[in-house]
C-alpha cells in the first residue's frame, strides 16, 4: 500500500511575501517593519510559514507573526521570555502567549530585538543541553 504524505506549505521568504500580500497595505507595511527588526535581531534565523503564520526559525521557533482583522499578534513561543519582558507587554496583553499590537499602538522595535535576541539564546542554550 502506497501512503503519500499531503504536500507541505510553501515555506520561506517567497512565501512570507505571498502572505504579506494578502493583508491591507497599512496593515503588510507595519509587519514588513516587524519582520525587519526581527530579521536584525537574528539575522542567520530562517523565515518559515508555521501552524499558517510567518515565523523565524533558529535552533527552534524563535517568534511568530500574523495579522488579523482588528490587530496584530506576536507570539513569542516562550513562557520563560514572555514572562521576563512581562511589565513591557502589559499593554500589549492578548492571550497566554500572545502580544497584541495595533497600527496605533504598535511594539517599540527595541522591545522586540530584545524578545528575538532572548529566543535566540534560549533555543541556542536548549540544544547545546
Same mark, same amino acid.
Given at each position: !500500500?502506497?501512503? $503519500? !504524505?499531503?504536500?507541505?506549505?510553501?515555506?520561506?521568504?517567497?512565501?512570507?511575501?505571498?502572505?504579506?500580500?494578502? =493583508?491591507? @497595505?497599512?496593515?503588510?507595511?507595519?509587519?514588513?517593519?516587524?519582520?525587519?527588526?526581527?530579521?536584525? @535581531?537574528?539575522?542567520?534565523? #530562517?523565515?518559515?510559514?508555521?501552524? /499558517? !503564520?510567518?515565523?523565524?526559525?533558529?535552533? /527552534?521557533?524563535? +517568534?511568530?507573526?500574523?495579522?488579523?482583522?482588528?490587530?496584530?499578534?506576536?507570539?513569542? @513561543?516562550?513562557?520563560?521570555?514572555?514572562?521576563?519582558?512581562?511589565?513591557?507587554?502589559?499593554?500589549?496583553?492578548?492571550?497566554? /502567549?500572545? +502580544?497584541?499590537?495595533?497600527?496605533?499602538?504598535? $511594539?517599540?522595535?527595541?522591545? +522586540?530585538?530584545?524578545? =528575538?535576541?532572548?529566543?535566540? @539564546? #534560549?533555543?541556542?542554550?536548549?540544544?547545546?543541553?
Amino acid at each position: !500500500m502506497l501512503c $503519500l !504524505m499531503p504536500p507541505r506549505a510553501p515555506s520561506g521568504p517567497a512565501a512570507i511575501d505571498a502572505y504579506l500580500e494578502k =493583508v491591507p @497595505a497599512d496593515v503588510r507595511a507595519a509587519l514588513q517593519e516587524l519582520r525587519e527588526t526581527i530579521r536584525k @535581531a537574528a539575522p542567520t534565523a #530562517e523565515e518559515v510559514i508555521s501552524y /499558517g !503564520m510567518p515565523a523565524f526559525r533558529q535552533n /527552534g521557533i524563535l +517568534v511568530y507573526y500574523a495579522a488579523y482583522s482588528d490587530h496584530c499578534s506576536l507570539f513569542v @513561543a516562550s513562557v520563560k521570555v514572555r514572562r521576563k519582558f512581562a511589565t513591557e507587554l502589559k499593554p500589549f496583553a492578548g492571550g497566554k /502567549g500572545t +502580544v497584541r499590537f495595533t497600527l496605533t499602538q504598535p $511594539l517599540p522595535p527595541a522591545l +522586540v530585538t530584545r524578545i =528575538v535576541k532572548a529566543r535566540a @539564546a #534560549e533555543n541556542a542554550k536548549r540544544k547545546t543541553k
